[in-house]
T-cell receptor, first 112, second 112 residues
Framework: DQQVKQNSPSLSVQEGRISILNCDYT??????FLWYKKYPAEGPTFLIS?????DKNEDGRFTVFLNKSAKHLSLHIVPSQPGDSAVYFC???????????FGGGTRLMVKP | ETGVTQTPRHLVMGMTNKKSLKCEQH?????MYWYKQSAKKPLELMFV???????ENNSVPSRFSPECPNSSHLFLHLHTLQPEDSALYLC???????????FGQGTRLTVV
């Protein structure tokens, strides 16, 4: 049973608009959440994270929102750029451990 | 350059072959991981080594055998694999309690 789910396998957005990537989780013990970005033929690279004690974390064009009651988090990219086209993975950790549980990924395509 | 290097980048092997995947990290991290990425599936954690001690993952078949001779090197020994084992194998490392992992570029394995 998948504890971290990304229900949209793909998303297409126009350049300059907002991209919203969603992630749901089932394990209430998760207390730290991360987003990774993956280009073809490369390993995932860390993008942004959020602790369960926060509901928002912002880094430049990237903002992650956490709704603990709904067990839902989202990544907002604004404005979207063609270079943002990649697969985005949501991941979660519990009890400050170091075993990431990943979602299935969402492929973002930003059209010029 | 991610600091985590995997070799080889591509590997084609027959079902009776024995091969090894190598991972090396120069980040001073004390935890290393093997992940498997199959098409349309989440990243699957296979093995974790923390402070050079292995954390067993019972769901991984015995035809995959990890080895961690020191904190900088991690191997995945492969023996009598099946075609369904064809996937991207990703190595990662992290520092305890920091959460996010740094990934290598992966080894694309094809079993024929």
């Amino acid at each position: 049973d998948q504890q971290v789910k990304q229900n949209s396998p793909s998303l297409s957005v126009q350049e300059g608009r907002i991209s919203i990537l969603n992630c749901d989780y089932t394990n209430s013990m998760f207390d730290y959440f991360l987003w990774y970005k993956k280009y073809p033929a490369e390993g995932p690279t860390f993008l942004i994270s959020i602790s369960s004690i926060k509901d928002k974390n912002e880094d430049g064009r990237f903002t992650v929102f956490l709704n603990k009651s709904a067990k839902h988090l989202s990544l907002h990219i604004v404005p979207s750029q063609p270079g943002d086209s990649a697969v985005y993975f949501c991941a979660a950790i519990h009890n400050a451990g170091n075993m990431l549980t990943f979602g299935g990924g969402t492929r973002l395509m930003v059209k010029p | 350059e991610t600091g985590v290097t995997q070799t080889p980048r591509h590997l084609v092997m027959g079902m009776t072959n024995k091969k090894s995947l190598k991972c090396e990290q120069h980040l001073g991290h004390n935890a290393m991981y093997w992940y498997k990425q199959s098409a349309k599936k989440p990243l699957e954690l296979m093995f974790v080594y923390s402070l050079e001690e292995r954390v067993e993952n019972n769901s991984v078949p015995s035809r995959f055998s990890p080895e961690c001779p020191n904190s900088s090197h991690l191997f995945l020994h492969l023996h009598t694999l099946q075609p369904e084992d064809s996937a991207l194998y990703l190595c990662a490392s992290s520092q305890d309690s920091q959460g996010h992992a740094f990934f290598g570029q992966g080894t694309r394995l094809t079993v024929v």
